[in-house]
């Protein structure tokens, strides 16, 4: 089973998975010894990450804390990390591991088909920043190291070598939290030690240069659990591109810049003959979907004049929109009669 790294924590379990990877189980490879890394080139790539955390649901309807990783690209306090790190937050803070202080993080963009975000931290001033390098240059059999947040426990970050076992993976990715699938690509596979809490953390070579952003891994982990399996890290080639389109505020169908759009639904899995379309298993008081006359147990057909057949079509849909902008949407009731309202997006109460 492969898993998102980040760690989400609920009062009653110590932390449980965020994301699995369906699809054939990715075989461990031939064993090898997985060391625990120290050094100046480690202790050097420590001062330029931050830890993630954050609190998920809406604001006085918190469902837990999630924690992960970032990585410093600039010394005002631009962070690159996983979309899935603070994906649903209300709050994000982040504590750079350079000075020991923590900030309150805004989430500048993301794009959740390729699982990258970037933040920036409010008030952030001389930070040490990360050498990027280059995954192209990276072979099948080379030592690696990844670094984060392992456990979500903060602190001092975990770093321990791998090897790299293949080049330009792809797998598929459903998430279990927000009800969809993905597949990522480019990716490199190591043979490591990743745990929950280390995604979005480097994986970097022998210089201490970041070839990889750190995502994935395909043993299902406890608390403290040291099982070993394969890792997966996004090729930091591939990253950086659309890192930079975020920052540059250059939004698409893929990437969201700036706040979060709205309409007040909570997704759900279609009943025994449901209609086509988003499957909504209850609105929120007060948000444009209910004004508009949206029920539980509805399914929304089209957004802006785009045809809307899953729950995951809906939550593309709305990427390529903004809070205050005026759409038009379609939904079928339980009775099978359709409705059409025009709606005004409200800002995402979960978007940091």
Do not use: C
């Amino acid at each position: 089973m492969i898993v998102l790294m980040a760690t989400t924590f609920t009062a009653a379990v110590g932390f449980v998975i965020l994301a699995v990877v369906v699809g054939r189980l990715i075989k461990t490879g031939t064993a090898i010894t997985i060391s625990v890394v120290k050094g100046p080139v480690v202790t050097r790539v420590d001062r330029e990450l931050v830890d993630i955390d954050t609190i998920l649901g809406p604001p006085g309807e918190e469902s837990g804390a999630a924690a992960g990783t970032g990585m410093v690209l600039t010394s005002s306090g631009v962070v690159l990390t996983n979309n899935h790190v603070i994906e649903d937050a209300s709050s994000v803070h982040a504590t750079d591991l350079g000075n020991g202080r923590t900030y309150t993080a805004r989430v500048i963009g993301y794009d959740e088909h390729r699982d990258i975000a970037v933040l920036q931290l409010e008030g952030a001033s001389g930070l040490a920043t990360v050498t990027l390098g280059n995954s192209a240059l990276e072979r099948v059999g080379a030592r690696i190291t990844t670094i984060g947040n392992a456990g979500g426990v903060g602190g001092t970050p975990a770093a321990r070598s791998g090897i790299v076992i293949a080049l330009d993976r792809a797998i598929p990715v459903a998430d279990d939290l927000a009800e969809s699938s993905e597949n990522l690509s480019s990716l490199i596979e190591v043979h490591g030690d990743l745990q929950p809490g280390d995604s979005g953390g480097p994986m970097i070579n022998a210089a201490g240069k970041v070839v990889g952003l750190d995502t994935a891994a395909s043993t299902t982990y406890a608390f403290s659990s040291q099982t070993i399996g394969e890792g997966f890290a996004i090729e930091i080639d591939r990253v950086m591109p659309t890192a930079a389109r975020i920052r540059a505020g250059h939004g698409s169908t893929m990437i969201h810049v700036g706040p979060t759009a709205y309409i007040g639904v909570d997704i759900g899995q279609p009943l025994k003959h449901a209609p086509p379309g988003a499957a909504i298993a209850g609105v929120n008081a007060g948000t444009p979907a209910a004004r508009a006359g949206i029920a539980a147990h509805d399914a929304i057909t089209e957004l802006a004049g785009q045809p809307i057949n899953s729950t995951s079509a809906l939550t593309a849909a709305l990427v390529a929109f903004h809070p205050g902008q005026r759409i038009r949407i379609s939904w079928v009731n339980q009775s099978g009669i359709s409705h059409s309202a025009t709606i005004t997006l409200a800002t995402n109460p979960t978007a940091a």
